[in-house]
Every structure is written in C-alpha cells, then in structure tokens.
C-alpha cells in the first residue's frame, strides 16, 4: 500500500494522563523514556492491507489492544502492526503527529488538544476506556460519600489531566472547591503515591486502574471507599466519564481507510474478548510487559475497557468534553473540537 511522506510537526502538550509515568509492573520499573516495541506481520500475500504503527500507554490503554497485537502477530489479521508503548502520554503524543505512529490510544482530553494544536490534524476513532479512578483510605475508614473529603489531605497524580478534572468536577457537585476545601499533595506518578503513604498510618489517595490493584498488593490496610465513576454518574449532569481514547492522524486515514475500519472491528472484538476471558487476558498483558498476570486478572473487571464508536462515541465525547472545557478550557486545547474531529464510519 502506498505510503505518503509525513511532515514533521511540533506540539505543545497540555495534559498527563491518569495512566501515564507510573510502573505497574512489580519486577520492572517504566519511566518516560521507557519504550517498549513489538513488531506483528501477516503472511505475505496481495491481500494485505498493509501496516499499522500503533501507539499505546503502560497501563488500560494498552491492556484494550493487547489481544488486537497478539493477533497480529500471529498473522491473523489483514494487515501487520508494529507495536510502540510509552509510559507517559507526553511522549506518546508527539510520535502521532510526526507519523513515529500512525494510530495512538491516548488521554481522551489530550486526543482534542491535539486537535487544537496541530490545526485539526488528528481524528477520534474510538473510545477505549471509561472512568477508572477511585478514592481509597489506609488505616481508619472514614470518607463515606464525596462530602467526606472536605477538609481532608488527598495524595494523587494527574494534576492538570483527567484526575484533576474528574474531582474538581464532583467536588464542585458537592460544594466544595479543590483550591481552597481540600489539599491535594500531587505527585508526579503512582510510585510516587504509594512511597508517600508506605510509612503513614493514616492516608487518602486517589489513583487509577490497574494502580488501586498494585497499590493494594504493595501497601497494607489501603482499602477502596469511593468509585469515582459512581460518583460522577449518580450526578447525571456531566455526560459519561471518559478516560481515553484511539486517534489516528488524518492523512493516514485518508490513504488507508479501508485498513483504518478493519482494526477498529479488531479492536472491538479485541476489548470483547479481554472482558470475557480475564485469565488468558492477564496472561496477554503480562507477555507484552503491561503489568503481571494476578494483578491483571483483579484489574481488568474495574478497568472500564469499551469500544465505542460512531454517533456514540460523538456524543458522549462531545459531552465530557463541554464538561472539562467549563471546568478549565485548557483541558481540551482552549476550544471543543468541530464536528470533523470524529470519525463515524464507513
């Protein structure tokens, strides 16, 4: 298949993610500069639609494509992948924009300051994870319901990303201010989370899927008192919670169209398959490096792993982002996205 030459282009990168620059994995540590390459082929044959270079992050949006991979690499899809995972989404950004990648899963908010940002050089194909954050408490349970936290210390990642949305958001809810009701002590990655609360009796923290699974391995009497995901549905107000989702770059998608419909059936199937067979799921996730096999196999069940597409995923990605774009207009790239910014099918 004809390939263009792509033009190198520079971005300004305005949001982390909540599943970005954390190590999940208990042997091994992942830093921004961490890569992790799989190249996948098919058979040779005329009826290849040719290759995808796919992007994913160490963490959920990884675990939705990993049977997607395997497959593959097994030559069972039409096409052949090569397969790039960063742990930071600020990483993984630029190589969309300058063809390093050619379809990327992403921080849902980052995929329209994308948009933004390179003039409108990035579609959206798909959402692939729902909300996965949770407040948990070491040592004396006290945060029943939202209200509970006022007042109250809470150490987390994701400051200026879908972490700090997402509580900003339900705080407000509850009639609280995250400036001046509650003291956020931010850190840099989920390690960094737990290595702040290994050696204090008391602690509340908000973290993502798969970190809550980590984290409850690592760290004792750390139990989960508030599913964030909850929390925001049972308002009703702010559409659904969206953590993240699949970006192809627009002159890819131009040229391969016909490629671009197949792997997002494949990666419907894919996130399928994951949900339906968790233990050989886990096994997947652990062969590509993701996290480890047990502590995949509690994870997946709360990772939210969706593929949602079509008017769909335009509607419930419009409303979330009207969400963020009223809580901080920086969030989504200083302006929603056009109606262009989706990619609704054949």
Known sequence: ?????????????????????????????????????????????????????????????????????DDAKKGSLPYSVEFDM?????????????????????????????????DGKVTMLDIGTLGILYILEKGDQSIKTVADLKGRTIVANGQGATPEYTLSYLLSANGMDINSDVTIDWKSSADEVLSTIENMDNAIVMLPQPFVTVAQTKVQN????????????????????????????NDFLESNKELVDEFIANYTDSVKWINENVEDASKL??????????????????????????????????????????????????????????????
């Open 222 to 249: 750390l139990n989960t008192v508030l599913d964030l995901t909850k929390e925001w549905d049972a308002l009703g107000t702010g559409g659904k919670l969206i953590t993240s989702g699949l970006f192809v770059r």
């Open 86 to 118: 960063e742990s930071a989404p600020d990483v993984m950004a630029p190589k969309l924009l300058n063809g390093e990648v050619d379809i990327a899963a992403l921080p849902v908010n980052m995929g329209s300051v994308l948009f933004n940002k390179s």
């Open 1 to 69: 298949m004809k390939k263009r030459i792509l033009a190198i282009m520079a971005c300004a990168i305005m949001a982390l993610s909540a599943c970005g620059k954390a190590n999940v994995n208990e042997s091994s540590s992942a830093s921004a500069e961490s890569t992790v390459t799989e190249s996948t082929t098919v058979s040779e044959n005329e009826d290849s639609l040719g290759t995808i270079k796919l992007g994913g992050l160490k963490g959920p949006t990884s675990i939705g494509l990993v049977k997607l991979v």
């Open 285 to 346: 996730v652990e062969e590509y490096d993701i996290i480890k096999a047990p502590i995949a196999a509690k994870a997946i069940p709360y990772c939210n792993l969706v593929s949602i597409t079509g008017d769909e995923m335009k509607t419930a990605a419009e409303d979330y982002f009207k969400t963020l774009f009223d809580l901080n207009p920086k969030s989504v790239g200083e302006a929603l996205p056009g109606e262009e910014f989706y990619y609704l099918g054949k």
